[in-house]
């Protein structure tokens, strides 16, 4: 099965036993998911997931990923979906609420340990930006 389908499957789970996600995801743990979509062609066009109170995941999944300078690389593809994303709520007047909505690149275990690094990078950034006055 590849990597994608699993991450589905994982998620399609947790709609059939109505059991929550978002938690693992910063957004809000009493959300139940009920919608799923597959190579959508929007957003992050792998994976997007509904939920009962309106909030949604966008989620890219790449079986590996790391830390590169190439913009074609899985990572560079994914940030520039991202970017796109951000633009195109721009130019049609969207504001995209950070309490509602997740973007999600979901790697596999073989993945580099660069990622790792990332993350605990960008955390601090993301803990300064929920805490904001704006996103409460």
Known sequence: MDFQ?????WLAAHILA???VG???GLTNSAIPVSLRLETGEGLDDIELGQNDDSRL???????????????????KTIAQLVSIMLKARVVGVAINAA???????????APGTLDS??????PASLLSRSSPTNQ
């Open 5 to 9: 389908a699993e991450v589905g499957t």
């Open 18 to 20: 109505r059991l929550p």
């Open 23 to 25: 938690g693992r995801f």
């Open 58 to 76: 966008d989620i890219q999944s790449k079986t590996s990923a790391g830390l590169t300078q190439d913009a074609e690389s899985p990572l560079g």
């Open 100 to 110: 509602e909505y997740r973007a999600v690149l979901a790697i596999g275990v073989g």
């Open 118 to 123: 990332l993350e605990r990078g960008c955390a």
